[in-house]
């Protein structure tokens, strides 16, 4: 099963909103990604983030690896419609062999 | 550069048959990793290969099994399906052992098990 938790599970956006989501868990990690998947795609990777209370910004997306390293957080500001998709994080321990472990994923949709 | 092709894009199988997937890696990349990806859920590791060997498994039984052949394209098997195979398999390559932080994934393979 899933070992990293997201939240929300979805959201709808209103263009020119600020959205917020983030994924936790119970172990640490060294190491946190973010992706983005939109359908018949496999998923791109948007950020990723190397040491605990690191900041990094990829154009309107920022992303940041918590202090405790069992969490991180990504923002999406000014959204626009082609944000839509699902966005994932991931994360890679090396306790665990450092293969990359995902979230169950943030659906992101436009509001009607 | 040639990014990370799969094939079929589509399969339909029945319970029980067998099944192989492929994948080409993308361009200088030696590392494939893959993954199964049931529908509304994130990706699940399957297993990696490197220099044509397995290199980590996940938590998947052994008839799912998999080769990694000297131009670093790879197969995934899967013996005796069952209806919960039914996901998307995505292949992911890197630039090297380790480097899990730089994977590139392919479209995906969608598979359905009836």
């Known amino acids: 099963g899933q070992q990293l938790n997201q939240s929300p599970q979805s959201m709808f956006i209103q263009e020119g909103e600020d959205v917020s989501m983030n994924c936790t868990s119970s172990?640490?990690?060294?190491?946190w990604l973010w992706y983005k998947q939109e359908p018949g795609e496999g998923p791109v990777l948007l950020i990723a983030l190397y040491k605990a209370g690191e900041l990094t910004s990829n154009g309107r997306l920022t992303a940041q690896f918590g202090i405790t390293r069992k969490d991180s957080f990504l923002n999406i500001s000014a959204s626009i419609p082609s944000d839509v998709g699902i966005y994932f994080c991931?994360?890679?321990?090396?306790?665990?062999?450092?293969?990359?472990?995902f979230g169950g994923g943030t659906r992101v949709l436009v509001k009607p | 550069e040639t990014g990370v092709t799969q094939s079929p894009t589509h399969l339909i199988k029945t319970r029980g048959q067998q099944v192989t997937l492929r994948c080409s890696s993308q361009?200088?990349?030696?590392?494939v990793s893959w993954y199964q990806q049931a529908l509304g859920q994130g990706p699940q590791f399957i297993f990696q290969y490197y220099r044509e060997e397995e290199n980590g498994r996940g938590n998947f039984p052994p008839r799912f099994s998999g080769l990694q052949f000297p131009n670093y394209s790879s197969e995934l098997n899967v013996n005796a399906l069952e209806l919960d195979d039914s996901a998307l398999y995505l292949c992911?390559?890197?630039?090297?052992?380790?480097?899990?932080?730089?994977?590139?994934f392919g479209s995906g393979t969608q598979l359905s098990v009836l």
């Open positions: 992911a390559s890197s630039p090297g052992e380790g480097l899990n932080e730089k994977l590139f």
């Open positions: 172990s640490i990690f060294n190491t």
């Open positions: 991931a994360g890679l321990r090396r306790a665990a062999g450092n293969k990359l472990t």
């Open positions: 361009s200088g990349h030696n590392t």
